[in-house]
């Protein structure tokens, strides 16, 4: 409830319902083809962006119109989403168009100021969403929408403060947009770091100043990680590309056995659980776990995993859910099937110095290209570990290491600031609002 002590003396507030016409649409029988080939436009919730409409992704037909409850629209009309998670949200039409049930048009009138309303509504949102009702699609309905109260000056007051909104908006979104781009800026830079340590560019004075380089024996592959395919670009096992100490070699050949279990049938023994949704792709850590009994546990073939042991998701949607194991509670633990396990022999290849390079597109992308499957299109392990890394001394891997950490610190602190700034400037959009419809922002 909008306390009428906030509003200027000149205003009123007023029910939406009170002051703009309001209906919603509907949607024709999917049982007949005839309803759906016709060239008037159709808006689904979906569709609503913020944006102005002037193309829909579905046309009806004049029988359509007539044998629904499905109306046309005039151009000008307000839209706003009613159901799930698009309550709340907005566009305008550009078009005459009709729309499915969970969109509600409000009318123009000579009164009112459209766009002020538009405003109002975009900032009610978040009160529109703890409004709805239901379950698993909760709703607002027409007359939820009909008595909200707004604040209503006189019209060319309206537009006035319209015009403020969008002044202070277009400085606002200009400033966000040059966030967007240094966060844009941010990733290039983070793949340029590690394209340069895998291309001993950022040890080139160490290994100068540093003579020995030696790499270590490199025992066979595992035959379990030998019968994969690599479609690295530009890594065709030429050491040439090189710096001439490293050497390609595949990942198979440096890393050990996972072992394998099947869910037991007894023991009422806990263990923690990672599946794929315990990674945060943008921070590339495990921030959460599933506990289970032994009994319950998810019945397919599992993998014990201990700490240092990479998680790398072979599944297309979260090819980039990469994760090292760094605390100790993992120790013994199980992850999904869904997850190759990166395990390096310690004496050959540095944990971190693989979990990087996995980061990096010259690992990821060759990787896309291999992927089988339709409805579940996936990388198999033994891909994984057929692509070529590469090797360079242990002992000039934690050099690696440390370059790329130093360099991607001071990254992961501009990031922090950037996401700062961008949450304070939409904590200022909400000011901005806040003080439009209290009347005090002119």
Not at 16 to 25: A, C, I, P
Not at 157 to 182: N, R, W
Not at 388 to 417: F, G, M, N, Y
Request: glycine fraction near 6%.
């Amino acid at each position: 409830m909008i306390e009428e002590k906030k509003i200027l003396n000149d205003w009123k507030v007023k029910k939406l319902g009170d002051v703009f016409k309001t209906t919603s649409g509907g949607t024709p029988s999917r049982k007949n083809s005839a309803y759906y080939s016709g060239n008037i436009p159709w808006v689904k919730s979906g569709e609503l962006e913020s944006n102005i409409l002037i193309n829909t992704e579905e046309k009806i037909s004049e029988e359509a119109i007539q044998n629904s409850s499905a109306k046309i629209f005039p151009k000008g009309t307000l839209l706003i989403a009613l159901y799930g998670a698009t309550i709340g949200k907005l566009a305008k039409l550009g078009i005459d168009a009709a729309t499915n049930q969970a969109v509600c048009g409000i009318f123009e009138n000579e009164e009112h100021d459209l766009q002020y309303l538009y405003w109002f509504l975009f900032f009610k949102r978040r009160d529109l969403i703890k409004a709805g009702i239901g379950g698993a699609q909760p709703n607002i309905s027409q007359t939820i929408l009909k008595n909200l109260d707004i604040p209503l000056p006189k019209k060319t007051i309206q537009q006035l403060v319209v015009s403020k909104i969008e002044e202070l908006f277009s400085e606002l979104d200009k400033g966000m947009e040059q966030l967007k781009t240094a966060q844009q800026q941010l990733k290039v830079y983070r793949q340029s770091v590690l394209k340069w340590a895998f291309e001993g560019r950022l040890t080139k004075q160490w290994r100068h100043e540093n003579l020995n380089h030696d790499l270590p024996d490199l025992p066979d592959e595992h035959d379990v990680n030998n019968q994969g395919n690599h479609a690295n670009s530009k890594n065709q096992g030429s050491d040439n590309d090189l710096p001439k100490e490293w050497k390609w070699v595949k990942l198979g050949q440096v890393c050990e056995k996972v072992t394998i279990i099947k869910k037991g049938k007894k023991s009422n023994e806990k263990f923690y659980y990672l599946d794929i949704g315990a990674i945060d792709n943008n921070l590339n850590k495990i921030v959460s776990h599933k506990e289970y009994e032994w009994k319950d546990a998810p019945s397919r073939a599992q993998q014990i995993v201990y700490k240092n042991d990479l998680l790398f998701s072979t599944v297309r949607t979260y090819l980039k859910k990469i994760a090292m194991i760094e605390s100790g509670i993992y120790n013994g633990q199980i992850a999904s099937s869904g997850f190759t396990v990166i395990r390096s022999i310690q004496n050959i290849l540095l944990p971190k110095y693989i979990f990087y390079y996995s980061l990096s597109n010259d690992f990821l992308e060759p990787l896309n290209q291999l992927q089988t499957g339709s409805s579940y299109p996936a990388v198999r392990d033994s891909d994984v570990f057929a692509q070529l890394i590469p090797l360079a001394s242990l002992i000039e891997q934690h050099q690696i290491v440390q370059q790329i950490e130093s360099r991607l610190s001071v990254a992961d602190k501009l990031e922090e600031t950037i996401t700062n700034s961008l949450q304070q400037a939409a904590a200022l959009r909400q000011s901005i609002l806040k003080k439009a419809f209290e009347g005090k922002l002119i």
